[in-house]
């Protein structure tokens, strides 16, 4: 079994910061790329940070400059820095990784989600 848990979300005001967590567990051989995703109601879910095996990172220009996502691989980790928070950054944010599970194949897995809320 492998698991995906996120923390680190909650109800900040606007121009303020989170950071979130996500934490993979279980029988795990290797990570690849690591993600975050988020979603709000009736809209799809949206990627909004990437990280390969590498380090490379990449961001779409909705968060670019104000998120910034890193990985610790000693500890399975990925984090996701958001800064400048506005309203419109509201949604549920979802952790997504390529694990190599027991399997020994590459699998992609979800975390449950953390609930992100930026009012005054």
């Known amino acids: 079994q492998v698991h995906l848990v996120e923390s680190g979300g909650g109800l900040v005001q606007p121009g303020g910061s989170l950071r979130l967590s996500c934490v993979a567990s279980g029988t795990i051989f290797g990570i690849g790329t690591m993600n975050w995703y988020r979603q709000t109601p009736g809209k799809a879910r949206e990627l909004v940070a990437v990280i390969d095996s590498g380090g490379g990172t990449d961001y779409p220009d909705s968060v670019k400059g104000r998120f910034t996502i890193s990985r610790d691989n000693t500890k399975n980790t990925v984090y996701l820095q958001m800064n400048s928070l506005q309203p419109e950054d509201t949604a549920v944010y979802y952790c997504?990784?390529?694990?190599?599970?027991?399997?020994?194949?590459?699998?992609?897995?979800w975390g449950q989600g953390t609930q992100v809320t930026v009012s005054s």
């Open positions: 997504h990784a390529f694990l190599t599970d027991w399997s020994r194949r590459e699998r992609d897995y």
